[in-house]
């Protein structure tokens, strides 16, 4: 008999046993007439039946949201309980009981209809516990916690605060910056590369298009450690392979990193010490922990993807006598308070940059200013070079901003009406840039990258 951990979310089932996953189970269904299909088996064939297939009802869990789809209706409710009927049957022993966290953006009701399809499937539920409580109640964190999830459909900012006791305070909701949104986003910056490459487009056919999604976590995941990574597809008639920079991914997610740094922003007054917990999949978003560096007064811990079910697990004894279980909002800590005072508020000082990337092309930084705005390309500026922004974007000015080298340092001077933005904080006058920073020209406006190249 033991206790499972389950982390409930619209990503995957994460179950653990024994402080080990057993299973990670995709919030996918799929409506086929000849049989559902859920977890696995769903997200297999995806991208090969798209019509069929259903991917919120985690997010939207509710026994009166009906989908219909080749002839068949089923609610969010069904599909919940084939889900975790598939799940158990799999990873269960006789006499197991399961432990449940959820994040929270799971309503009360919907806590109560989870643990409704839990009782019919005859799951013994031990104790239910918010997912950010349960993952950072363990950690040896400052006073204010701030847990960033990026889920399927939506990011989620948890506020928990406490010295002896650390108790969710506030939930904010992100709602258009999930990994479904950025994943389409990277998906299609492979495939135009790979047409401009080899006139072969992987999102044209289903069977490529396939198999490029599920090879995208694992060149993420390379993201991490390379500079460059090379990404291939293969056919029955042939195989095709392009390279692709770091750089180029945060660049083609950047409308959601920015939702995601004005979450945390929103959340964390500047200045202040707090610990700033991310979760494992939101972590191996490429460029995203750097940017969220950047933010004075925050230090950032990563968490283990079994982080919310182990603890779950673990402290099954602390979540309470309650039948049927009460949803736990508090723990208490197991390390003490970080104590410190400002430490982790400085920026850590970075490499010079010796390159600004736009639009994947690099231009040299030297002590010759190098000026951006609008205007004619390759228009001479006194005493220096200028790089013409095409399509006259909105909130960019016609001599916006100069970059340069002086001394040790490379700064950049803001002209413009409409501000120059580094890391998302307006540059008042003049700032010094570090290699990986991100330099935004108005709003919405344009954003390029600070890189060193060896």
């Given at each position: 008999?033991?206790?499972?951990?389950?982390e409930?979310v619209?990503?995957?089932?994460?179950?653990?046993?024994?402080g080990?996953?057993?299973?990670a189970?995709?919030?996918?269904?799929?409506?086929?007439?000849a049989?559902l299909?859920?977890?696995?088996?769903?997200a297999?064939?995806?991208?090969?039946?798209?019509?069929?297939a259903?991917?919120r009802?985690?997010?939207?869990?509710a026994?009166?949201?009906?989908v219909?789809?080749?002839?068949?209706?089923?609610?969010?409710?069904?599909?919940?309980?084939?889900?975790?009927a598939q799940?158990?049957?799999?990873?269960?022993?006789?006499?197991?009981?399961v432990a449940?966290?959820v994040?929270?953006?799971?309503?009360?009701?919907?806590v109560?209809?989870?643990?409704?399809?839990?009782?019919h499937?005859?799951i013994?539920v031990?104790g239910?516990v918010?997912?950010?409580?349960?993952?950072?109640?363990?950690?040896?964190?400052?006073?204010?916690?701030?847990?960033l999830?990026?889920?399927?459909h939506?990011?989620?900012l948890t506020?928990?605060?406490?010295?002896?006791?650390?108790?969710?305070?506030?939930?904010e909701?992100a709602?258009?910056?999930?990994?479904?949104?950025?994943?389409g986003?990277?998906a299609?910056?492979?495939?135009?590369?790979?047409?401009?490459?080899?006139?072969?487009?992987?999102?044209?056919?289903?069977?490529s298009?396939?198999?490029?999604?599920?090879?995208?976590p694992g060149?993420?995941d390379?993201?991490?450690?390379?500079?460059?990574?090379?990404v291939?597809?293969?056919?029955a008639?042939?195989a095709?392979?392009v390279?692709l920079?770091?750089e180029?991914?945060?660049?083609?997610?950047?409308?959601w990193y920015a939702?995601?740094v004005?979450?945390?922003q929103?959340g964390?007054?500047a200045g202040t010490a707090?610990?700033?917990?991310?979760?494992a999949?939101t972590?191996?978003?490429p460029?995203?922990?750097?940017r969220?560096?950047s933010?004075d007064?925050?230090?950032?811990?990563?968490?283990?993807d079994?982080?919310p079910?182990?603890?779950?697990a673990?402290r099954?004894?602390e979540?309470?006598?309650?039948?049927?279980?009460?949803?736990?909002?508090?723990?208490?800590?197991?390390?003490?308070?970080?104590t410190?005072?400002?430490?982790?508020?400085?920026?850590?000082?970075?490499?010079?940059?010796?390159?600004?990337v736009?639009?994947?092309r690099?231009?040299?930084?030297d002590?010759?200013?190098?000026?951006l705005?609008?205007?004619?390309?390759?228009a001479?500026?006194?005493?220096?070079?200028?790089i013409?922004?095409a399509g006259?974007p909105?909130?960019?000015?016609?001599?916006h901003?100069?970059?340069?080298?002086?001394?040790?340092?490379?700064?950049?001077?803001?002209?413009?009406?409409?501000?120059?933005f580094?890391?998302?904080?307006?540059v008042n006058?003049?700032?010094v840039?570090?290699?990986?920073?991100r330099?935004r020209?108005?709003?919405?406006?344009?954003?390029?990258?600070?890189?060193?190249?060896a």
């Amino acid at each position: 008999m033991a206790t499972i951990g389950l982390e409930l979310v619209d990503v995957a089932l994460i179950a653990v046993r024994e402080g080990a996953r057993t299973a990670a189970s995709p919030g996918v269904a799929l409506m086929d007439p000849a049989g559902l299909l859920v977890g696995e088996p769903a997200a297999a064939n995806l991208r090969l039946r798209p019509l069929l297939a259903v991917d919120r009802f985690w997010t939207d869990l509710a026994a009166d949201s009906m989908v219909q789809t080749a002839g068949l209706v089923a609610s969010h409710a069904d599909l919940a309980h084939a889900h975790l009927a598939q799940l158990w049957g799999a990873i269960a022993e006789a006499g197991d009981r399961v432990a449940l966290a959820v994040p929270g953006t799971l309503r009360l009701p919907q806590v109560g209809l989870a643990l409704g399809i839990a009782n019919h499937l005859a799951i013994p539920v031990a104790g239910i516990v918010d997912s950010a409580v349960a993952a950072c109640a363990g950690l040896r964190a400052r006073a204010t916690v701030l847990h960033l999830d990026v889920q399927l459909h939506q990011a989620v900012l948890t506020t928990l605060q406490g010295g002896e006791v650390l108790r969710r305070t506030r939930v904010e909701v992100a709602s258009r910056a999930g990994l479904k949104s950025m994943f389409g986003a990277w998906a299609q910056l492979i495939g135009e590369a790979m047409v401009r490459r080899t006139r072969f487009d992987p999102l044209h056919q289903a069977a490529s298009e396939q198999q490029l999604y599920e090879r995208l976590p694992g060149w993420l995941d390379r993201l991490a450690t390379e500079e460059s990574i090379d990404v291939s597809i293969e056919t029955a008639a042939n195989a095709f392979a392009v390279t692709l920079h770091r750089e180029q991914f945060p660049l083609a997610a950047d409308a959601w990193y920015a939702q995601l740094v004005e979450l945390v922003q929103a959340g964390h007054r500047a200045g202040t010490a707090a610990t700033l917990a991310l979760s494992a999949r939101t972590a191996a978003l490429p460029g995203l922990r750097d940017r969220l560096a950047s933010q004075d007064g925050l230090e950032l811990v990563t968490l283990a993807d079994i982080a919310p079910a182990a603890a779950a697990a673990e402290r099954v004894d602390e979540l309470g006598p309650d039948e049927p279980p009460s949803l736990v909002i508090a723990l208490p800590r197991r390390q003490p308070v970080a104590t410190g005072g400002a430490a982790g508020t400085q920026r850590e000082r970075k490499s010079n940059p010796t390159h600004l990337v736009l639009e994947s092309r690099a231009h040299r930084i030297d002590e010759q200013p190098l000026v951006l705005g609008l205007g004619e390309v390759g228009a001479a500026e006194a005493g220096g070079r200028r790089i013409a922004l095409a399509g006259r974007p909105a909130g960019v000015s016609r001599r916006h901003c100069s970059i340069l080298r002086r001394g040790d340092s490379v700064i950049v001077c803001d002209h413009s009406r409409y501000g120059s933005f580094v890391n998302d904080e307006r540059v008042n006058g003049e700032a010094v840039l570090s290699a990986g920073d991100r330099l935004r020209l108005g709003t919405p406006g344009v954003v390029l990258e600070l890189v060193t190249v060896a």
